[in-house]
């Protein structure tokens, strides 16, 4: 049985940050020089969490408003995307990994 597109989405947010190297706060995105950009711009190499859910989404449909909207709609009912963002700029990179841990482990 497949997995269900919000758990594909996680997953792959997961792996867009699971290097430190390739996470940020402040910023849905960042690109080699660090400058802002969109989380679903082909220049992006970092992300913050929510980012990280967008371009995960992004790449799983190709579709830029539906990837907005599943990134918003991916970690509920558990948590919201002010969660996400609280810890991602807050507690950092390890609680935003355990977050998602917690999101895959509940499906």
């Known amino acids: 049985m497949s997995r269900p597109l919000k758990i594909q989405i996680v997953e792959r947010a997961r792996e867009l940050i699971a290097d430190e190297q390739h996470w940020c706060r402040r910023h849905f995105g960042e690109d080699a020089h660090g ?26 449909t190709h579709d830029y408003d539906a990837a907005h909207r599943l990134g918003h709609e991916a970690l509920r009912p558990h948590y919201s995307p002010a969660t996400l963002i609280y810890l991602n700029d807050i507690r950092g990179h390890s609680a935003v990994l355990a977050l998602f841990d917690e999101v895959i482990a509940a499906r």
């Not at 802002?36 to 799983?60: D, E, F, H, M, N």
Request: with cysteine; glycine share 8%; hydrophobic share 50%.
């Open 35 to 60: 400058f802002p950009v969109s989380p679903t711009s082909p220049s992006a190499i970092k992300w913050c969490g929510l980012g990280a859910v967008i371009a995960a989404a992004y790449q799983l």
